[in-house]
């Protein structure tokens, strides 16, 4: 299990980015947690590397904790704050480099979804790749994508096609329902639109097929049954 910790300048920029991510959340398998701005009414934007600790602190029982970041300042109080933490606690605590708002939603839907910390890093880190598609810009170097898991021609594959009808499509919200939704079946599962395949086991890979209203996806599973 890994639960999140969002360090912002800004307690606004914060709160807002953790009301987005509890938006991604469709049962208790991730706590997460703001650490953002100082208490100074008068110079409120900054970090505090207290307020970092104890956040961490009131997530830690769990796996892993993962600490999301704007810049500057808030990577300096995340490190602090892990010196400061009990070792026991810091051990489980590792720091994402990934962009704060889209990693942050990347990492909620992969980690609410049970997924082991590296592939909720992961996820975060390679969030900005369906924004560079839609925007028709050339992938990062740095990011890889998963490839499916077996052939569309597959035999004993079983499949349902469905027509979207959400005025929005398959948005943000609804990818990260269905995220955690095939998370709970012990199959490889593909998600194929136009000839266009990715494996549904995160928001990242959803949003890659960029689906709209009234367009067709196909939904393949191959192995196991329903877990």
């Not at 909620?108 to 082991?116: I, K, L, N, P």
């Amino acid at each position: 299990m890994v639960n999140l910790v969002i360090v912002s300048h800004s307690a606004r920029l914060g709160e807002g980015v953790g009301e987005l991510a509890q938006q991604m959340l469709m049962g208790g398998n991730c706590k997460i947690a703001v650490a953002a701005g100082i208490d100074d009414p008068q110079n409120p934007i900054g970090t505090d590397p207290i307020k970092v600790m104890e956040a961490i602190e009131s997530v830690a029982d769990t796996d892993h904790v993962l600490v999301m970041m704007d810049i500057g300042s808030a990577l300096l109080s995340a490190e602090t704050a892990l010196e400061l933490l009990d070792p026991t606690i810091a051990a489980k605590v590792r720091l994402c480099a990934a962009p704060l708002v889209e990693g942050t939603l990347a990492a909620t839907v992969s980690a609410a979804a049970g997924a082991a910390i590296d592939k909720v890093i992961a996820d975060a880190t390679h969030a900005l790749e369906a924004k560079r598609e839609q925007l028709g810009l050339p992938s990062s170097a740095s990011e890889t994508r998963i490839g499916p898991a077996f052939s569309t021609q597959n035999a004993s594959a079983k499949s349902v096609t469905v027509v979207i009808k959400n005025p929005n499509g398959l948005h943000v919200r609804p990818a990260s329902r269905l995220v955690t939704a095939l998370s709970a079946f012990n199959a490889d599962l593909l998600l194929e639109k136009n000839g266009k395949c990715v494996t549904p086991d995160s928001l990242n890979q959803i949003s890659l097929l960029q689906v709209r209203c009234n367009d067709t996806v196909r939904l393949l599973a191959s192995g196991g049954a329903g877990g």
